[in-house]
């Protein structure tokens, strides 16, 4: 294993700094969140380890947490069991649900439907296109707070299949599939999909002024816009 990359002198001032007003039982309790980096602590079992009254551990805590040191995560597989981490440190996925998850917990319907259409749509103007594709061409657009993996991508793509409005095909070299390497997995819209070519000549994002402002948690957005609607139940 590679020896651990040392902090800054920066990094290491602003840490000093902001746990140097704590009392002895936040930093007892900062010091074992920390120590769990990335894979982070329930109360109980701080609670087990530091062996603080509840009072104690509950303000120390607080206090973390407003200062900022500390973050609570919601455990998404057992809601009442939240988590703690040191400011810095990323929870798992297996915690946190992913970017399908918002922050408290529950599956982020709004931004599964977005990326849909999204989807849909980059793969409607392509014609054809593989997993890598539809990735780079909806993170470009900076519609998300994040960018989205090809992993999540390929599920949204499954998604998009459940519902038959794409269908999966292998690169033939040929065609639309020109730029594509023979045999490689890729996507286009199903017959009915296809049948609605003219629907995608008037597509409102394409000459919308205010495509830039457009985000899906934003007060322009495609789920409450009007015209977008209209277009993808054409």
Known sequence: MPPRVADSSQTLKRKRAGTLNLSE???????????????????????????????VLTKSLKTLKDT?????????????NNYYFGIKFKPSVELTGGAWYNDEG?????????????????????????????TEGINNLGLFKVKLTGVQIEEVVQSLILDK????????????????????????????????????????????????????DGVISPLTCVYYKKWLDF
């Open 106 to 134: 529950n599956l982020d319907r709004q931004l599964i439907e977005v990326s849909k259409a999204q989807c849909l749509r980059f793969i409607s103007s392509s014609k054809v296109a593989t997993v890598g594709e539809i």
């Open 165 to 216: 409005e794409i269908v999966e095909a292998q690169s033939t070299g040929m065609g639309d599939f020109a730029r594509i390497p023979p045999g490689e997995p890729c996507y286009r819209c199903s017959n009915e999909r296809r049948l609605k070519t003219g629907a995608l000549a008037s597509l409102p994002c394409g000459i919308c002024p205010r495509l830039n402002e457009c985000t899906p």
């Open 25 to 55: 039982d936040a930093r007892k309790v900062y010091d074992l969140i920390t120590s769990t980096e990335n894979v982070g602590i329930s109360k109980k079992a701080v609670k087990d380890q530091v062996k603080l009254p509840d009072t």
């Open 68 to 80: 900022a040191l500390i973050k609570e995560v919601v455990n998404i597989q057992n809601k009442r």
